[in-house]
T-cell receptor
């Protein structure tokens, strides 16, 4: 079975600073990995996904994530935080079979300080 | 516009009064799912459906029912709501391939008093 661990339930950064949100996964077969963002009072939106093509994946709003098989990680980064990035971020894992639901991490709340 | 539509957005009810939260998608997705979101617990899956007339329990199915009579609709039914079902609920859908992302509705905030 797959699992996801997001390190840090709350991360706070200054505006303009690097954003790093950590995600480690466990999967016995090659995974598909996703990052979602949830703004207040909204549903989850897809930021980016890894599907075994390139290991460095670029998403919307300047975010990117790198798949590192040796570290079983899929950390989300953004070079320069903006106030509008304040939200909750979820990492999720799936596998090739569509019969397996996505498994979500518990989420990381990102605060951006002016 | 491709979307998942949930209704209502907000619902306040009393213990024991049956309710239904509707969910509809217009993307012809085979897979649909219900989640509840609670502070500190993240997203927990309630039920999911791989296709019409096929439903399976997720991590927290107790107290909930679902049905999938049509491909586009996946209603969540609480036969006898209790206060511990106060939560934010999300419906989601995706194509059957494992690399397909989930598309989420905007959520239903349910309060049971």
């Amino acid at each position: 079975a797959q699992s996801v661990t997001q390190l840090g339930s709350h991360v706070s950064v200054s505006e303009g600073a690097l954003v790093l949100l950590r995600c480690n996964y466990s999967s016995s077969v090659p995974p598909y990995l996703f990052w979602y963002v949830q703004y207040p009072n909204q549903g989850l939106q897809l930021l980016l996904k890894y599907t075994s093509a390139a290991t460095l994946v670029k998403g919307i709003n300047g975010f990117e994530a790198e798949f590192k098989k040796s570290e079983t990680s899929f950390h989300l980064t953004k070079p320069s935080a903006h106030m509008s990035d304040a939200a909750e971020y979820f990492c999720a894992v799936s596998v090739a079979s569509g019969n397996t639901p996505l498994v979500f991490g518990k989420g990381t709340r990102l605060s951006v300080i002016a | 516009e491709a979307q998942v539509t949930q209704n209502p957005r907000y619902l306040i009810t009393v213990t024991g009064k049956k309710l239904t939260v509707t969910c509809s998608q217009n993307m012809n997705h085979e897979y649909m799912s219900w989640y509840r979101q609670d502070p500190g617990l993240g997203l927990r899956q309630i039920y999911y459906s791989m296709n019409v007339e096929v439903t399976d329990k997720g991590d927290v199915p107790e107290g909930y029912k679902v049905s999938r009579k049509e491909k586009r609709n996946f209603p969540l039914i609480l036969e006898s709501p209790s206060p511990n079902q106060t939560s934010l609920y999300f419906c989601a859908s995706r194509a059957i391939q494992g690399n397909s992302p989930l598309h989420f509705g905007n959520g239903t905030r349910l309060t049971v008093t």
